[in-house]
């Protein structure tokens, strides 16, 4: 655990040193930036599956399909499937530089400042990835959050594949049907919790 929090932290001081280079005006809270190096989101996600084995807890799993909700306890082991789509391609520091570009915003609202990354050039089909956040305590340097989407095709119909981790807390998994005529359909959502004091359940 204390592994990834260090990798957290070095990541905010980068970019405050990047910062300090580059003095952008300080009214301008978005600052869009061809980056050369990403935060390494795969090994972050992976390190959190280290945390959540280490720890004396039972997930809890709460399932909503078509506006039902059901919840049941699981092993830890159920949730690692479920997982892999969203480490491939891996996420490191310099593997998708060459598609994508890193838009920084400070949202005070939110107390956290956001590393948006989206395509800068047409995707190859082995990358299914679309979009991510990396959501930074400015205080404390930690990564609090990971927002993941990609796009699939299964079972001939076209998915878009949404994560949402909180650090040390829980993660959602959203599987969504893109339409032929451009509409979306919410197929399944799926909320792991480990972190019972803080629960965020789908209304």
């Known amino acids: 655990m204390k592994k990834y929090c260090i990798i957290g932290i070095t990541f905010f001081i980068l970019i405050s040193c990047a910062d300090s280079v580059k003095q952008p005006d300080p009214s301008d809270e978005t600052v869009v930036n061809k980056a050369d190096s990403f ?60 598609y994508f570009k890193e838009t920084r915003f400070n949202d005070q609202t939110l107390n956290a400042i956001t590393f948006t ?49 909180q650090t040390n807390k829980q993660a959602k998994i959203s599987t969504i049907l893109n339409k032929p005529d451009g509409t979306l359909e919410l197929l399944k959502e799926v909320v792991f919790i480990w972190d019972y004091a803080n629960m965020n359940l789908p209304k």
């Open 39 to 98: 935060f390494p989101v795969t090994s972050f996600i992976k390190g959190q599956i280290l945390v959540l084995d280490s720890v004396p807890v039972t997930p809890l799993q709460v399932t909503t399909v078509k506006g039902k909700t059901d919840s049941a306890w699981i092993q830890k082991k159920d949730l690692k499937p479920l997982l892999l789509p969203f480490q491939s391609p891996v996420i490191n520091e310099t593997n998708l530089t060459a």
């Open 117 to 165: 990354y989206d395509p800068i050039k047409t995707i190859p089909d082995s990358i299914s990835l679309r979009h991510w956040d990396v959501y930074v305590n400015p205080e404390t340097g930690n990564v609090t959050k990971v927002y993941l989407v990609k796009k699939i095709k299964e079972n001939n119909q076209d998915l878009t594949l949404q994560l949402s981790w």
